[in-house]
């Protein structure tokens, strides 16, 4: 498996309250991810980092902000969480300039209930 | 907009059989094809990923094909087992960003 880990694995909150989750990597990998996961709606992209510093927004990035101040973390936060929010969180990484092709590494994924 | 549906939805077979599960895309210029295994509760799994120069890609029993013209993806089990069983997913590559569909559910029946 590729270094990735996510913290915590398992959180449950209340609505209103703010939650962060981070990404943890060790590959040294350039491009970071954030997507959820539904049913019926396979995964979504939130926010992805193409650098330190350097982000962009994803399909369904409305409540959600990212920061990435190391190359290795890369942290989403959920400024005052909803239930519309409860999904299963998976963080992704990749370097399209160590190979021809741009392949995706996927995480063990954060299960977020939000109450 | 781009999407990316997968069909079937579910499937259930005994094994043994050979399978094909299919994957199709609005938008044809994408730059790869990945394909993914997702067990439940567990992340997800690389199996294959076919550049968008290629036709199509093997590992082992798995065979995924890719015909950009007709927004099409296949992938191909062939001798299926009880370990196969799992979601299958796959995605779409617009510059740096995959497009999921919503997976197939397989379940190999020994």
């Known amino acids: 498996d590729a270094g990735i880990t996510q913290s915590p694995r398992h959180k449950v909150t209340e609505t209103g309250t703010p939650v962060t989750l981070r990404c943890h990597q060790t590959?040294?990998?350039?491009?970071m991810y954030w997507y959820r996961q539904d049913p019926g709606h396979g995964l979504r992209l939130i926010h992805y980092?193409?650098?330190?510093?350097?982000?962009d927004k994803g399909e369904v990035s409305d409540g959600y902000s990212v920061s990435r101040s190391k190359t290795e973390d890369f942290l989403l936060t959920l400024e005052s969480a909803t239930s519309s929010q409860t999904s299963v969180y998976f963080c992704a990484i990749s370097d399209p300039d160590r190979s021809s092709y741009n392949e995706q590494f996927f995480g063990p994924g954060t299960r977020l209930t939000v109450l | 907009k781009q999407e990316v549906t997968q069909i079937p939805a579910a499937l259930s077979v005994p094994e043994g059989e050979n399978l094909v599960l299919n994957c199709s895309f609005t938008d044809s210029a994408i730059y790869n094809l990945q394909w993914f295994r997702q067990d439940p509760g567990k992340g997800l799994t690389s199996l294959l990923l076919?550049?968008?120069?290629?036709r199509e890609q093997t590992s082992g029993r798995l065979n995924a094909s890719l015909d950009k013209s007709s927004g099409r993806s296949t992938l191909y089990i062939a001798a299926s087992q009880p370990g196969d069983s799992a979601t299958y997913l796959c995605?779409?590559?617009?510059?740096?960003?995959?497009?999921f569909g919503a997976g197939t559910i397989l379940r190999v029946k020994s």
């Open positions: 995605a779409a590559e617009y510059g740096n960003k995959l497009v």
């Open positions: 076919i550049q968008s120069s290629q």
């Open positions: 980092s193409y650098g330190v510093k350097d982000t």
């Open positions: 590959e040294n990998h350039r491009y």
